[in-house]
């Protein structure tokens, strides 16, 4: 592994340390580069006290104080009233739109499905594919029976 490589994770570690704060304070004690003379392999320490570790100067990682991003609910913007009723309003026109869209294409879906026994189109000789698009319909019904109930729900927890 590339010695610049090993400096990045080293830069990191220090880095994550100084978020920490004290419960890392080892991080922030001397570092030391030690080499394996076996093997030739690089390792970072904070002894130096085997042979072949050199101690090396990095410099202070200074990290800026994150912003508080949860809210306690003091500063958290409020809405008036008549703002609030408007877009109600507008929620539940679009949603009872998004139903009358779902209710229409449900009884296109019931009606093309005849009961389970839709009319056979001219490129169904095979029955197998006959069969899967009566079971691709049935599956479309229950799907869109699905967004008329959950559009149905919506609705209801609107005041």
Not at 93 to 116: C, M, V
């Amino acid at each position: 592994m590339p010695v610049t490589v090993l400096r990045v994770r080293l830069l990191r570690l220090v880095a994550l340390s100084a978020l920490l704060g004290p419960a890392a304070a080892w991080a922030q004690s001397e570092i030391f580069q030690c080499t394996d003379p076996a093997t030739g392999k690089v390792e970072y320490k904070n002894t130096g006290v085997t042979k072949g570790c050199k101690k090396i100067t990095v410099d202070p990682v200074v990290v800026p104080k994150l912003a508080n991003t949860t809210n306690t609910g003091g500063n958290f913007p409020k809405v008036d009233s008549t703002t609030q009723k408007a877009r109600d309003s507008d929620r539940r026109k679009i949603l009872e739109d998004e139903l009358a869209t779902q209710r229409t294409k449900l009884a296109q879906l019931q009606k093309d499905y005849n009961n389970g026994e839709p009319d056979r189109q001219g490129d169904e000789r095979n029955y197998q594919k006959y069969l899967d698009r009566v079971q691709a319909m049935k599956d479309s019904i229950a799907r869109t029976q699905s967004d008329i109930d959950s559009i149905q729900g919506e609705l209801s927890k609107l005041p």
